[in-house]
């Protein structure tokens, strides 16, 4: 159990230098101008390329979710938690069975 | 969910103010469970647009269409904006209202110029290149996962400008900290999907 | 001009035939009738504050259970008049379009817009009381939910008489319900976008009870305390969730095909047809277990209330309805084995299929052995359950036949199948809303329905139900496909039929003498004083019948599992506990924001139906408008005061 909530006040936060949010956009940008020249600045094979910018792509997301969107928080973070893996699970059942599915469209 | 010593309205006193009451604390969940379902949403939008990437009918492919300057532009745009509701965030946890309006405001243009940008990047490829939605099977999952995504940017530029008239109005309380948190919730959810249009069509279009 | 008019009205209207035309005559007599008895009574200010902008989830329930048995009575005059047509070989009562038409409604409505909202309905008026809340999660996004569910089903049914309906089957395969084959594409829109609308309300409902559940269970009850009926909810909720996008997407998209032109399904244009089917099972296969994981748990409580013993093997109970929610997302391929997929495709999801049928087995037997040494009451509600028990197992151990690839070769699309998913949708999911409307009709209104009635309808259904479906199997295997609006003498298949088309008339009779019993009931019904007619074990018999605005004057303290039987047995033995002082309760203001905004969508449905954009935009515009205007509620509770429930609670007996 994620005890997040002790640690954040209902007092204002203190004023400083918003370090998470600007290491947040820097990685994010890092990663995307990365994935570019993975995908068109290298030649490597296409199932190999296409693997690594996927990987890329969901690391961005997570730096989204734990840097931006406070995914830990709340009175009972499990909740959203499970909630967004379950939505994974279907979002990965949909995309891999109908590739798999219909493949023949590739 | 296991049981826990501390009640929910025991844990929600020393909370972020837009947790501090149950109606925001069961709303913000709720949120949460919302967007796990639109994950769905789109997921559906890229298993029909990944199939659909090689009918291309008589029309043109990913390859001839895309042209990375635009896209890179957008997602540049639609980042930073990520970033400035993030801060936005911060100015409503220290339960600074001008800060948080100062920071939505940006947030509003730059969504504003990504919707611009990717308007624009349709009236290119649909009229100037000739490649409209009913042409060919990829074209209609291409503009319609693209379009789907721009919809919901559109509909949280007018949610935000709603927020950003009610901070204005009553300052940072528990029920507009409710809001605006949600909101940035909702960007930084659409900056989510659009990492994987960039990645899944845009990239993935130019490599194969 | 009057030409123009005459060819216009002669399309807009649905024409030629006379049954057509006595469904007109019979709409607008009712319609008038509504009317006119509202205002000879004065009672159209009662019906707007108390029903039509109510954010009661007890309100809510009941509107769902209404709408619900008036669509099922809509359903099961398609399903008569689609056996009368198939009694004998060659008959001319249907001719095919009409046919089509009406079996492809009778599908939708039976699904969509009665299986979903019957359930709805029995969950907004059980799970809150069930876990000692007052209301739900979002009781302004429940009123707004039923009225999407209303308006779209009023859309779809609107077909039958303007414009016509649509005749591509409720799974609207493609591509015969394209722009293609389907060129007019009106009565295909209206599936699109009554379905809709519709299931947009059914995935805000999904949020709501999750959450509900979630969070607002009374003070000590642990997930592992709650009843097995609010547990169904909560795995329903999450298919629900997790389901309903892909649909909304499979429909928009079907819908863009006809209005916008693009090429989804569409053959020409390097569209896939068969990518309709593989989206619409992705949401179609999860909806099979949201239509049957709720009535599990109404038959658990019925159950275990009616043969005095606690529910056997909870915790099995819950862990396969947990299995059946992630093995539920894995098996949409079975609905489509013949469409020419690769082998080691049929294969998984073969195996899928039949291990989804382990943890189903599993709740059987935790039925039976629930049942065993029990001191079983045959009352009304009891006998539905018991009778879901066979006959439901049937439809499963056919299910296991179909989901042999192989075998389905031959199975596929005949009378069989029918059969098949008529057993588990009736001997489960209609047997279990009955069960559920007779078991808790008391709580809804303060009196019972007559025993005696009930067992009427419910022995003239049940054995009409074996009469109709399992002739059918045997049929299916003669060589009898689905969807033939006839078929020539000489098959062997005629005397079949026959039989057949007598059972489905004796479910009918089973039905009205239903209807019959909620109307002598509602005169002559045993009233409810005690607020615990069955003696129940869960918390909301608790509370007195009908339940109170608040639902609970104290929020009580759960310590156990059937949590009710518990405080009973500690007041027997003198243990209970001091009534405390009332305090205010927070409940949440009425609005007409969700009945105006769901009326607009309608409007904008409508619209794009017949491709008027004029209609359909400024209708769009008006959603917009009403949901900016609800950002701008801030005035949206109030408070009961203490001498107003102590009032309340001494009119109901509560207080000495």
């Known amino acids: ?106 | 969910m296991a049981a826990s010593s501390l009640s929910d309205s025991d844990k929600r006193k020393n909370m972020p103010l837009e947790y501090t009451t149950e109606e925001g604390d069961l709303r913000i969940v709720g949120f949460w469970i919302f967007m796990a379902s639109d994950l769905v949403l789109f997921s559906t939008l890229f298993a029909t647009y990944l199939i659909l990437q090689g009918s291309i009918g008589n029309g043109p492919s990913a390859k001839d269409l895309f042209e990375i300057g635009p896209v890179m532009a957008e997602t540049i745009v639609l980042l930073v904006s990520s970033f400035t509701c993030g801060l936005g965030t911060l100015e409503l946890r220290r339960h600074n209202t001008k800060g948080l309006i100062f920071w939505f405001v940006v947030t509003l243009i730059l969504g504003l110029i990504f919707l611009g940008l990717e308007i624009n990047e349709f009236y290119v490829y649909s009229v100037q290149e000739g490649a409209p939605i009913h042409l060919s099977a990829f074209l209609s999952g291409f503009y319609i996962l693209l379009g789907t995504h721009g919809a919901h940017v559109t509909l949280g530029i007018f949610w935000v400008i709603c927020i950003v008239i009610q901070l204005a109005q009553r300052g940072v309380t528990p029920v507009t900290a409710r809001k605006a948190f949600m909101a940035g919730l909702y960007w930084h959810f659409l900056d989510v999907v659009w990492i994987f249009i960039y990645t899944a069509v845009y990239l993935t279009g130019m490599v194969i | 001009m009057i030409e123009n008019i005459k060819a216009f009205l002669g399309d807009f209207f649905v024409t030629g035939d006379p049954m057509i035309y006595g469904a007109d005559v019979s709409i607008a007599l009712a319609s008038i009738a509504i009317v006119v008895t509202l205002t000879y009574f004065k009672k159209w200010r009662w019906l707007w504050d108390e029903w039509l902008t109510t954010v009661d989830h007890k309100k809510i329930g009941i509107m769902y259970i209404i709408a619900a048995l008036l669509m099922l009575f809509r359903g099961g005059v398609d399903a008569i008049l689609m056996r009368t047509q198939l009694a004998l070989p060659n008959m001319n009562f249907l001719d095919a379009d009409h046919y089509n038409q009406i079996f492809t409604t009778h599908g939708t409505i039976m699904i969509i817009f009665v299986a979903m909202p019957f359930i709805f309905g029995l969950m907004n008026i059980a799970v809150p009381l069930q876990i000692g809340a007052r209301d739900v999660a979002y009781p302004y996004l429940n009123a707004l939910s039923f009225w999407l569910f209303f308006f779209g089903a009023m859309l779809f049914n609107l077909s039958f008489v303007i414009g016509g309906s649509p005749d591509a089957g409720w799974t609207a395969y493609a591509p015969y319900a394209g722009p293609e084959l389907n060129p007019s594409s009106v009565g295909q829109n209206y599936y699109y976008i009554g379905v809709q609308i519709s299931g947009i309300g059914s995935l805000m409902t999904g949020i709501n009870f999750l959450v509900t559940i979630a969070k607002m269970r009374a003070p000590g009850m642990t997930l592992f305390k709650m009843p097995m009926f609010t547990w169904s909810i909560l795995i329903t909720s999450l298919i629900i969730i997790f389901a309903f996008p892909t649909f909304t997407v499979t429909l928009a998209l079907g819908l863009f095909d006809h209005l916008l032109g693009t090429h989804f399904f569409t053959i020409g244009g390097g569209g896939s047809p068969m990518l309709w089917a593989n989206l619409f099972w992705f949401w179609g296969h999860p909806e099979v277990y949201i239509v049957l994981l709720p009535v599990f748990g109404i038959f658990s409580e019925v159950i275990a209330t009616f043969a005095h013993k606690t529910l056997f093997g909870y915790a099995t109970m819950v862990c396969s309805m947990v299995a059946i929610s992630i093995l539920s997302f894995l098996t949409w391929l079975h609905h489509f084995f013949t469409m020419g997929n690769t082998a080691p495709v049929n294969a998984f999801f073969s195996l899928s299929t039949m291990l989804i049928a382990i943890p189903t087995g599993v709740k059987i037997f935790n039925w039976l052995f629930t049942l065993n040494k029990g001191r079983i009451e045959f009352t009304t509600p009891m006998l539905w359950a018991l009778a879901f028990i066979p006959n439901f197992t049937i439809g499963g151990v056919t299910g296991v036949m179909l989901a042999m690839a192989p075998a389905d070769y031959q199975y596929h699309n005949s009378m069989f199948l029918i059969a098949h998913f008529h057993s588990t949708l009736i001997a489960g999911t209609v047997f279990g809303v009955f069960c559920g409307l007779h078991y808790w009709w008391p709580k809804m209104f303060g009196y019972l329905l007559n025993e005696k009635l009930g067992k009427w309808s419910f022995w003239v259904f049940m054995i009409s139900f074996n009469v109709c479906f399992m002739p059918m199997y045997f049929l299916g295997l003669m060589g009898m496909t689905r969807r033939m609006y006839t078929y020539p003498a000489g098959l062997g298949w005629g005397p079949v039929n026959f039989i057949i088309t007598i059972g489905a008339f004796g479910m009918g009779v089973g039905f009205v003498i239903m209807a019959w019993n909620i109307v002598w009931s509602a005169i002559k019904g045993k009233r409810d004083t005690t607020g615990d007619p069955w003696g129940g074990r869960t918390l909301e018999w608790s509370i007195p019948s009908p339940a109170p605005e608040y639902n609970f004057a104290h929020i009580p303290k759960v310590t156990t599992r059937d949590a009710f039987a518990a405080m009973k047995e500690d007041k027997k033995r003198g243990r209970e506990q001091k009534p405390k002082p009332f305090e205010p309760i927070h409940m949440p203001n009425n609005s007409g924001i969700p009945f105006i905004m769901s009326a607009l969508f309608f409007v904008a449905g409508f619209g794009f139906v017949f491709k008027w954009y004029w209609m359909g935009i400024p209708g769009l515009i008006g959603v917009a408008i009403c949901m900016i205007a609800r950002s701008f509620v801030y005035d949206d509770h109030h408070h009961i005061p203490t001498d107003e429930i102590e009032r309340t609670e001494r009119a109901t007996g509560r207080l000495s």
Not at chain 1, 23 to 49: R, Y
Not at chain 1, 59 to 77: K, N, S, V
């Open chain 1, 1 to 106: 159990m994620i005890k997040e909530y002790k640690n954040t006040a209902v007092k204002p936060e203190p004023k400083g230098f918003p370090w998470k949010q600007v290491v947040g956009l820097f990685l994010s940008l890092a990663l995307t101008f990365l994935a570019l020249w993975v995908a068109l600045g290298l030649s490597l094979p296409v199932p190999i390329t296409l693997t690594v910018i996927v990987g890329l792509a969901i690391i961005q997301a997570l730096i989204q979710l734990f840097m931006f969107m406070h995914f830990t928080e709340g009175t009972d973070p499990s909740h959203q938690m499970m909630g967004i893996a379950f939505g994974l699970f279907v979002a990965f059942a949909m995309v891999a069975g109908t590739l798999w599915i219909m493949a023949f469209m590739l």
